[in-house]
């Protein structure tokens, strides 16, 4: 099984690694950041959270658990999303998996919650 990874996309736009697959997970293309420079592999962005679910959390740490477990949920029941989920799986079977976000915090932010889906997924695998 590979190694999944999630950094932040600011601090990650020169891959630290050759071998590893970028995926981008944010709905929204993060600030700042061009898309020729991303070197991004792929861009999932139906994976990350609902609108209503990411205006609703608004970043705010307190609120992080409820997000948690609602985002669980959408990852786990919106075919779409479970689609995708899988999909990342594959590739984590074969190669290093580096998810990126643009969240400034590095704890409570979708990919970690995403990160949490796809270990319990390749567990099971």
């Known amino acids: 099984m590979s190694q999944i990874t999630i950094r932040?996309?600011?601090?990650?736009?020169?891959?630290?690694?050759?071998?590893?697959?970028r995926i981008l997970v944010d709905r929204l293309w993060p600030r700042g950041v061009k898309k020729e420079e991303a070197n991004i592999d792929y861009w999932f962005k139906e994976v990350a959270p609902s609108h209503e679910?990411?205006?609703?959390?608004?970043?705010?740490?307190?609120?992080?658990?409820?997000?948690r477990i609602k985002y669980l949920e959408?990852?786990?029941?919106?075919?779409?999303?479970?689609?995708?989920?899988?999909?990342?799986?594959?590739?984590?079977?074969?190669d290093k998996v580096v998810l990126l976000y643009g969240a400034?915090?590095?704890?409570?932010?979708?990919?970690?919650?995403?990160?949490?889906?796809?270990?319990?997924?390749?567990?099971?695998?």
């Open 8 to 21: 932040r996309i600011y601090h990650e736009l020169k891959p630290s690694e050759t071998n590893q697959v």
């Open 104 to 125: 400034k915090d590095e704890k409570y932010n979708n990919a970690t919650v995403l990160l949490e889906e796809l270990e319990r997924l390749l567990k099971d695998l």
């Open 53 to 67: 679910l990411r205006k609703w959390f608004g970043h705010k740490t307190e609120r992080f658990e409820t997000f």
């Open 74 to 94: 959408e990852l786990q029941t919106d075919a779409t999303k479970r689609k995708i989920v899988q999909k990342i799986a594959q590739i984590a079977k074969k």
